[in-house]
């Protein structure tokens, strides 16, 4: 089983809003990482944990807060976002940070509209 | 920086035709990865690509890697419609687990 559970499929806000993302997998992933997808474009990393600490965070703005309770969970807290924000967002996993063959396998993301 | 590049970036096939599509990366590195998405749809991953010379092979795609050149190709053999999707190649750079993604190449497969 290679599944990587993503909820909401669909979300739209407004700006003002508070909003979270959530993502789950249960392979016992030691890596987990968002993405933000703009239609026809590929898709762009946001943040990686490692061993759920932030390892990676590619200079993305405050509105964007991720956090990562446990290994198998991956949220991502929205707030106060714009509409350009708006974008497919992935969610990955991948079994161990430091291995070689480290394939990431993705969720089915959810669409985010910011009004 | 890493940067990938792919071509081309739109192909449209007969069915029954072959192709290839090329991603080009500019600094070494020790993996590759190919990955198709279609329409509305989340990723999947196809191969992974490790070695120079390395060869995988599925149904009517294989992929190869020529880490000198810092190329891989991913040649579809007789196309049919199935194939229709957009493929991605990405690269990890050579610390952390950071993958840069090409540009994607959208297969269109004419009947």
């Known amino acids: 089983d290679t599944e990587v559970t993503q909820t909401p499929k669909h979300l739209v806000m407004g700006m003002t809003n508070k909003k979270s993302l959530k993502c789950e997998q249960h392979?016992?992933?030691?890596?987990m990482y968002w993405y933000k997808q703009k239609a026809k474009k590929p898709p762009e990393l946001m943040f990686v944990?490692?061993?759920?600490?932030?390892?990676i965070n590619e200079s993305v703005p405050s509105r964007f807060s991720p956090e990562c309770p446990n290994s198998s969970l991956l949220n991502l807290h929205l707030h106060a976002l714009q509409p350009e924000d708006s974008a497919l967002y992935l969610c990955?996993?991948?079994?161990?940070?430091?291995?070689?063959?480290?394939?990431?396998?993705f969720g089915a993301g959810t669409r985010l509209s910011v009004l | 920086e890493l940067k990938v590049e792919q071509n081309p970036l739109f192909l449209s096939m007969q069915e029954g035709k072959n192709y290839t599509i090329y991603c080009n990366y500019s600094?070494?590195?020790?993996?590759l990865y190919w990955y198709r998405q279609d329409p509305g749809k989340s990723l999947e991953s196809l191969f992974v690509?490790?070695?120079?010379?390395a060869v995988k092979q599925e149904g009517r795609l294989m992929a190869s890697l020529d880490t000198k050149a810092r190329l891989s190709t991913l040649h579809i053999t007789a196309a049919v419609h199935d194939l229709s999707a957009t493929y991605f190649c990405?690269?990890?750079?050579?610390?952390?687990?950071?993958?840069?993604f090409g540009a994607g190449t959208i297969l269109r497969v004419k009947s």
């Open positions: 990405a690269v990890n750079t050579e610390y952390g687990n950071k993958l840069v």
């Open positions: 990955a996993s991948s079994q161990d940070p430091r291995g070689r063959r480290n394939i990431q396998y």
């Open positions: 944990y490692s061993y759920e600490k932030l390892s």
């Open positions: 600094t070494t590195s020790d993996r």
């Open positions: 392979m016992g992933h030691r890596a």
């Open positions: 690509l490790l070695s120079n010379g």
